[in-house]
């Protein structure tokens, strides 16, 4: 079992430039999600899905886009990415509901210039 | 909004002394986990409590509903400790508030 996998690991953007993250998992968990990690803060939910099909806002999703292609599957858009969105994202899955031991993937490192 | 406090935020010990990480946290809860982040960036749960104690190998976790606070002990403490200890306490609709982080170092 890979567990949850992202990609990319690291990446590079100009302001304005697009971008999507991929994140892919092999547990069969039902409810995934998309933080964002900053220094000095804890880490933040941008969306989440608790099924295929649906997905819903969390704390901070201005500037993003997701979507659950399939059970496996959770994407996470950035359309005009801003110096603010400089973070570092991480992926999550959990069999159950939001409350549930979520299983993390290795994370992304994002630069926007 | 749960409000999570951890303290302390920077730890730094000996190899093989006991270690202790707190959480506060505001408002009545379903669960806590405690997560460990080791540098490098990946984030691996270690407990989920809702009441009482829990322990794996070096690690104890315990909670305390009525004073809204939990736990994180590491007895005899190794270099490979070294982490970012994070608290974060789920119920209701807004799903897991998330610490700050503990920065632990233990030297050699």
């Known amino acids: 079992n890979a567990g949850v996998t992202q990609t990319p690991k690291f990446q590079v953007l100009k302001t304005g430039q697009s971008m999507t993250l991929q994140c892919a998992q092999d547990m069969n968990h039902n409810s995934m999600y998309w933080y964002r990690q900053d220094p000095g803060m804890g880490l933040r939910l941008i969306y989440y899905?608790?099924?295929?099909?649906?997905?819903d806002k969390g704390e901070v999703p201005n500037g993003y886009n997701v979507s659950r292609l399939n059970k496996r599957e959770f994407s996470l858009r950035l359309e005009s990415a801003a110096p603010s969105q400089t973070s570092v994202y991480f992926c999550a899955s959990s069999e159950a509901g939001r409350t549930d031991t979520q299983y993390f993937g290795p994370g992304t490192r994002l630069t926007v210039l | 909004k749960n409000e999570v406090e951890q303290s302390p935020q920077n730890l730094t010990a000996q190899e093989g002394e006991f270690i202790t990480i707190n959480c506060s946290y505001s408002?009545?809860?379903?669960?806590l986990h405690w997560l460990q982040q080791h540098p490098g960036g990946g984030i691996v749960s270690l407990f989920m409590l809702s009441s009482g104690k829990k322990k794996h190998g070096r690690l104890i976790a315990t909670i305390n509903i009525q004073e809204k606070h939990s736990s994180l002990h590491i007895t005899a403490s190794h270099p490979r400790d070294s982490a970012v200890y994070i608290c974060?306490?789920?119920?209701?609709?807004?799903?897991?508030?998330f610490g700050k982080g503990t920065h632990l170092i233990i030297q050699p």
């Open positions: 899905s608790a099924s295929e099909g649906t997905t």
């Open positions: 974060a306490v789920g119920g209701g609709a807004d799903g897991l508030t």
């Open positions: 408002v009545g809860i379903s669960a």
